[in-house]
């Protein structure tokens, strides 16, 4: 008997809806925790500096399959490359420019 498959098996479609939560990122004087949509999360993660999206830690309501990996955590490179599958994005997110200067020189 053949055994079914539907999608990529290594990485299956991500549900942007669920719950997660950001942790390890200043909000305001204080470091609480957001509890959002993983999309919201990961769209917020994007816009941190580059020290921050290293430092911060992403929760969702239940593991991710990326890659063929179950991760029930992410940080760091693994929340850039969810990053990457957000719904409605073109392009591959890109850390902030870490050199100081902007796009004029």
């Known amino acids: 008997m053949a055994e079914a498959s539907w999608g990529d098996a290594a990485s299956p ?3 942007w809806r669920m719950s997660a939560a950001l942790e390890n ?11 959002t949509s993983l999309e919201g999360a990961v769209r ?10 290293a430092d911060a830690v992403l929760t969702p309501e239940r593991p991710l399959m990326l890659d063929g990996v179950a ?7 693994h929340i850039g ?11 591959m997110a890109e850390p902030a420019n870490e050199s100081g200067m902007d796009d004029a020189g």
């Open 25 to 35: 990122v200043p909000r305001g004087q204080q470091d609480v925790a957001e509890v």
């Open 81 to 91: 490359a969810l990053a990457d599958r957000l719904p409605g994005t073109t392009q």
């Open 13 to 15: 479609q991500i549900d």
């Open 71 to 77: 991760m029930a955590e992410l940080s760091g490179g």
């Open 44 to 53: 917020e993660w994007l816009s941190l500096d580059p020290a921050h999206q």
